[in-house]
């Protein structure tokens, strides 16, 4: 008869045995060492190459990606000109300007707020969430009475350039999300660092003139921004609402796991959503970033006007992705 220690440690060792296949040969760039020169690198949503000029800024000097996104991220969210994130964004279709912020790092840890006003730099609060609760995400009110403990500045996010767009909007008060008209829109910012470490995030004022108390795909873990240092990291761009019914970013990561090149990836999560959702592709756009340990990246768009900024080898370069569809 077996030992009760015997049983135990049969158990054990056949669990650990018949895992093995679930977290050794499907993460193959957790062994395989990059390409020399691929790290670090650090690749935005749209024409944020000053955020990835920020980003760089720390990984060149043998920084940590988490520090690297921060501070990437905060660029635009202070940047008045900038109508899709922090200050300066489009508000809702009562006048608030809501912002939407994720934040993970290395080691799965993971920060967020949704539905939080009057805070120029939600990125950092997300991050505070991280670092300082129990929690990950914090939302409205609750999101803010944090922030201000935590000695953020309350300020007003409405500048004149937004409150006079959204004036504008109210005479036709028309509730319908446009593919993006304009070159920039949500930042998505992932990194790889010198040591491999991953680390991701996302910061948006969402969509313009939505519902009072919408809340998009930006400061949901998976949705908006997905890291994992097994393999790698994903942020999206676009309507939320398509990026939250796929989990598109956690599902990128995933395909990365199973071996797939991030660009390759990207493109599968994109069809997903077109074969699933035929009718809202149509008239949406939606747009990936991707980066596995290895540093080699991917971007791909439902349709095209998606483009991003990639830093690496001391070059900062903004690409026009793919896209599914073609005019
Ligand atoms: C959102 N994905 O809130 C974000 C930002 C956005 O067009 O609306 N971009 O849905």
Redesign the pocket.
Known sequence: MKTRRQFLHNSLFGALAAGAGNWWPDAPSFFERPAKGALPVVIATWNNSRATAAAWKILSAGGRALDAVEAGARIPEADPEDT?VGYGGFPDRDGHVTL?ACIMDEFGNAGSVSFLEHIMHPISVARRVMEKTPHVMLSGEGALQFALKEGFPKENLLTEKARRAWEEWKIKSEYK?VI?IERH??IGIVAVDARQRVAGACT?S??AFKMHGRV???PIIGA?MFADNEAGVAA??????L?LKTLGSFLIVEEIRRGKHPQKAVETVIKRLAQKYPKDVAEN?VGYVALDKKGRHGAYSLHPGFNYALYRQEQNIVFEAGSLFHK
Do not use: F, K, Y
Request: glycine letters at 24%; a negative charge; proline letters at 5%.
């Open positions: 899709s939407d999300p993006n829109d949500t948006t969402g969509m998009g795909d930006s908006g999206a761009t676009g309507l939320g609402e990026v756009q």
